[in-house]
């Protein structure tokens, strides 16, 4: 999904901020995507970003997730 937004092939750090990461959701919003999807998908770029910091190549404030929540919704438990 990223690669289908970003359209390229090369996507440096600093390209990603709390914009592009705002826009990003939205536009998986409106792919009609289930919110645990989405938080998926964040999860593995948030992780990404969290070993940049472990590793001293990025501050974490330099991180579009600092201080960055994705809404994540309380999963609905079916009866029968």
Known sequence: QLKEFHSSDNLPFAEIDKDYIRKFEK?????????????????????????????????ISDSPFYKYRIKVEKP?????
Do not use: C, P, W
């Open 27 to 59: 536009y998986l919003v409106k792919r009609d995507l289930k919110q645990i999807t989405i938080h998926g998908y964040f999860a593995k770029i948030r992780a990404i970003f969290s070993r940049a910091v472990d590793e001293g190549v990025i501050n």
């Open 76 to 80: 609905v438990k079916l009866t029968t």
